[in-house]
Nanobody
Framework: QVQLLESGGGLVQAGGSLRLSCAAS????????MGWFRQAPGKEREFVAA????????YYADSVKGRFTISRDNAKNTVYLQMNSLKPEDTAVYYC?????????WGQGTQVTVSS
């Protein structure tokens, strides 16, 4: 079982920045993929970014490429999402995710609101 604790959401003006953090309890495994999804009101949850834990390979949704950066701290079992040049359409609840051996684990979500 993996527990995920997210932090860093909030209210920011368009063009601003926020950094989200997600700390995973217990150890991580080399085959883990950690990432972020988001869900806006009335919309389905969508992929934002992910990092393959062992190699550090990163993946991004087209909508955030060039603006968001995902990174990890192996020693702290923590993944970060640096969000720059935020847009009102980035407003959503952001969820941390760990994919491990065919199972998905989710954090409780953190609200990001971008005002125009």
């Amino acid at each position: 079982q993996v527990q995920l604790l997210e932090s860093g959401g909030g209210l920011v003006q368009a063009g601003g920045s926020l950094r989200l953090s997600c700390a995973a309890s217990g150890r991580t495994f080399s085959s883990d993929t950690m990432g972020w999804f988001r869900q806006a009101p009335g919309k389905e949850r969508e992929f934002v970014a992910a990092v393959f834990w062992s190699l550090g390979t990163t993946y991004y949704a087209d909508s955030v490429k060039g603006r968001f950066t995902i990174s990890r701290d192996n020693a702290k079992n923590t993944v970060y999402l640096q969000m720059n040049s935020l847009k009102p359409e980035d407003t959503a609840v952001y969820y941390c995710n760990v994919a491990r051996a065919g199972s998905n684990y989710w954090g409780q979500g953190t609200q990001v609101t971008v005002s125009s």
